[in-house]
């Protein structure tokens, strides 16, 4: 069972940036498209980006189109999330997952979901006003 490790969040004020990490244990992260999401209290869990598995493709959110960057490493089995100009709004528990699209016939521009629905331990991000 691959796992995947989050980090990089912390406490940013509004306008701000970070840049979170996802690290997977094993080299079949290489194969596969990778999303992440995120949770904020009292909400359901979103899609906020994804990439397809060598960084060909990536899809983002409309609340964070512009602001943020995914991007990822097959060789040191990593997956990266820029984030800038943060609003308080993004304030959220960030996981990393593989993923597939919602819909096939609409591929990741429709969406992507967890297929797995196991869920590291995320990053906390919290963006002050």
């Known amino acids: 069972e691959v796992q995947l490790v989050e980090s990089g969040g912390g406490l940013v004020q509004a306008g701000g940036s970070l840049r979170l990490s996802c690290t997977a244990s094993e080299a079949t992260f290489d194969d596969v498209a990778m999303g992440w999401f995120r949770q904020a209290p009292g909400k359901e869990r979103e899609g906020v980006s994804c990439?397809?598995?060598?960084?060909?493709?990536?899809y983002y959110a409309d609340s964070v189109k512009g602001r943020f960057t995914i991007s990822r490493d097959n060789a040191k089995n990593t997956l990266y999330l820029q984030m800038n100009s943060l609003k308080p709004e993004d304030t959220a528990m960030y996981y990393c997952?593989?993923?597939?699209?919602?819909?096939?016939?609409?591929?990741?521009?429709?969406?992507?979901?967890?297929?797995?629905?196991?869920w590291g331990q995320g990053t906390l991000v919290t963006v002050s006003s």
């Open positions: 990439i397809t598995w060598n960084g060909g493709s990536t």
């Open positions: 997952a593989a993923v597939l699209p919602l819909d096939t016939r609409l591929g990741y521009g429709g969406g992507w979901r967890n297929p797995f629905d196991t």
